[in-house]
């Protein structure tokens, strides 16, 4: 029987933590203001953005919302961020991806001021995040981070296993665990005998976006697994990219989906947001 991680309960905590920080703040004149930009009205994109918002009420942050229509040209999008990148009042600027296909994404985040890029994308926080220096972190990642401190897996000195590369979980994932101390191998579509690397797994996260992939024969006894995944199931549930009920026997603690991950991704965005103004107290 694995411990359940509890991300519902440990984004909660952090939020509580930085609700604190920010009152705080507030009390030496410090306000944090978020700016928040969506391009057409994606579902999905709407929910996240919508919760970011409410993240950003409960914690305390302002929120500034820019809702623009989906034929948005891509000068236009760059002139808003520019704005913002200026006005001295906005401490973090979020571009809500994907963006229509006209305009170009990488533009985009490296139009974002690196000291206002609370999601990490930008080239400069990648690079800042590689060398080990301040700067933002991406989030998702860095709320696995924290899912592990905060639940007593010991990350130093152990194996860490990640399954899938990409830009916004993989990489800075490696990253992460490495300036952690962890012993890292990153997996994806050309590794060969990926059963074979991730068994040796005592950390194994997963991100590979195939639905219920990891199944137990992937994973050392005792692991601890962390699904970053999120798809439905044939009954149309939630699930991961781990097949929950066939690796949960094997390990020693995994995540759930949903609120494993999931809630982190916000509870680091906010995180962000305060650390933008970390260190300023007094200086206003
Ligand atoms: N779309 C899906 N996830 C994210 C995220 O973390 N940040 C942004 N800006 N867009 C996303």
Not at 33 to 38: D, F
Not at 155 to 177: D, Q, T
Not at 182 to 211: C, M, N
């Amino acid at each position: 029987m694995a411990r359940l991680i509890n991300g519902k309960e440990i984004s909660k905590q952090i939020k509580d933590e930085l609700k604190e920080e920010v009152s705080g703040l507030k009390e030496q004149g410090v306000q944090i203001c978020l700016a928040v930009i969506q391009v057409g009205s994606d579902p999905a994109s709407s929910v996240y953005v919508n919760n970011k918002k409410k993240a950003c009420a409960y914690i305390g942050i302002d929120s500034r919302s820019y809702e623009l229509p989906e034929d948005t040209g891509e000068e236009e999008l760059v002139n808003l961020v520019e704005s913002l990148n200026e006005d001295e009042s906005v401490n973090g600027i979020l571009v809500q991806l994907p963006l229509p296909a006209h305009i170009n994404e990488d533009r985009i985040i490296r139009t974002i001021s690196p000291d206002k890029d609370v999601d990490g994308f930008h080239p400069v926080s990648v690079g800042r995040l590689w060398l080990g220096e301040k700067g933002f972190q991406s989030c998702t990642p860095a709320g696995i981070i924290q899912l592990l401190k905060r639940s007593g897996v010991q990350i130093e000195g152990r194996e860490c296993v990640i399954v899938g590369r990409s830009n916004i979980v993989g990489k800075p994932m490696a990253a992460l665990l490495l300036r952690e101390n962890g012993t890292v191998t990153v997996t994806h579509s050309r590794t060969k005998d990926l059963r074979e690397v991730t068994k040796r797994a005592d950390i194994l996260i997963v991100a590979i976006g195939k639905k219920q992939f990891i199944t137990a024969e992937y994973v050392k006894k005792g692991a601890a697994v962390i699904d970053v995944g999120i798809h439905r199931d044939e009954n149309n549930h939630l699930c991961g990219d781990v097949d929950f009920d066939s690796v949960e026997p094997v390990a020693s603690a995994i995540t759930p989906v949903p609120g494993g991950v999931g809630p982190m991704t916000i509870a680091m965005l906010m995180d962000n947001c305060v650390e933008s103004v970390r260190g300023r107290e007094g200086s206003q």
